[in-house]
C-alpha cells in the first residue's frame, strides 16, 4: 500500500536554529502533500498545501517565512522551521492525498516528528 | 462554532465490547468522510471512508452517515486491546480539504 515516511521522528533543538523535516512517498508519486500540526489531545490543524513544482499555499495564519515548504519532486515535501522558538514545539505530521478514485480523497500519513525548541 | 465537533473522550470500554464513536458536522456541503486511528506519537491512518450517506462495514468496523442529521458514527464490535487509539473523524466537500474533528481516545479493557 501507499507509504508515506516521515524524518526525523524526533528532534530536540535549540531557540532560534533551523530543522528541516522530510517527508517521502515511497511506493507512489504524491503531487500534493500537506503538513499539519498537532497540539496534545487536539486535531490536525492544516498548515500548508504542498505541490510539486509550485509554491505551497499557506493556510490563514501560518507564517510563510516561519514555516518554509518545498517539494521538488514528486516523491519529497520538506517542511523548514525557521528560527525556532519553545512555542514552535509540536508534533507535525505530513501526509500524501491519493487522489481521486476508490479512495477519494483519504490521505496517507507519515509518521510525524515530535519537535521541541528548547 | 467549530464545523466539525469530535468528543474528545476518554472512553473506556471492556475488551468485547460495542464502541460507538460519534461526530456532528455544520457544513452540508460535506460529501466524502473518513475515520483515522491514530496511536500514540503516530501518524494517522484511514480505516473507513464513506461517500455520501449510508452504511459502510469492514470486519468489525462500521461507519455510518446520515447526512440530514449532520452526524457520523463508527461502531467497533468485539473490541480488542489493541484497538486502544484515538479515532479521528474528518470530513472533505470533494476539494482538497479535508477538516479534522479533535480526536476520540478510547481504551480497551482487557
Known amino acids: 500500500g501507499a507509504v508515506v515516511s516521515q524524518h526525523p521522528s524526533w528532534v530536540i533543538c535549540k531557540s532560534g536554529t533551523s530543522v528541516k523535516i522530510e517527508c517521502r512517498s515511497l511506493d507512489f508519486q504524491a503531487t500534493t502533500m500537506f503538513w499539519y500540526r498537532q497540539f496534545p489531545k487536539q486535531s490536525l490543524m492544516l498548515m500548508a498545501t504542498s505541490n510539486e513544482g509550485s509554491k505551497a499555499t499557506y493556510e490563514q495564519g501560518v507564517e510563510k517565512d516561519k514555516f518554509l515548504i518545498n517539494h521538488a519532486s514528486l516523491t519529497l515535501s520538506t517542511l523548514t522551521v525557521t528560527s525556532a522558538h519553545p512555542e514552535d514545539s509540536s508534533f507535525y505530521i505530513c501526509?500524501?492525498?491519493?487522489?481521486?478514485?476508490?479512495?477519494?480523497?483519504?490521505?496517507?500519513f507519515g509518521s510525524g516528528t515530535r519537535l521541541t525548541v528548547v | 462554532q467549530k464545523e466539525v465537533e469530535q468528543d474528545p473522550g476518554p472512553l473506556s470500554v471492556p475488551e468485547g465490547a460495542i464502541v460507538s464513536l460519534n461526530c456532528t458536522y455544520s457544513?452540508?456541503?460535506?460529501?466524502?468522510f473518513m475515520w483515522y486511528r491514530q496511536y500514540s506519537r503516530k501518524g494517522p491512518e484511514l480505516l473507513m471512508y464513506?461517500?455520501?450517506?449510508g452504511n459502510k462495514e469492514d470486519g468489525r468496523f462500521t461507519a455510518q452517515v446520515d447526512k440530514s442529521s449532520k452526524y457520523i458514527s463508527l461502531f467497533i464490535r468485539d473490541s480488542q486491546p489493541s484497538d486502544s487509539a484515538t479515532y479521528l473523524c474528518a470530513m472533505n466537500t470533494g476539494g482538497f480539504k479535508t477538516i479534522f474533528g479533535a480526536g476520540t481516545r478510547l481504551f480497551v479493557k482487557a
Open positions: 457544513n452540508s456541503a460535506f460529501q466524502y
Open positions: 464513506t461517500y455520501s450517506s
Open positions: 501526509s500524501a492525498s491519493l487522489g481521486q478514485g476508490a479512495l477519494g480523497y483519504g490521505y496517507t
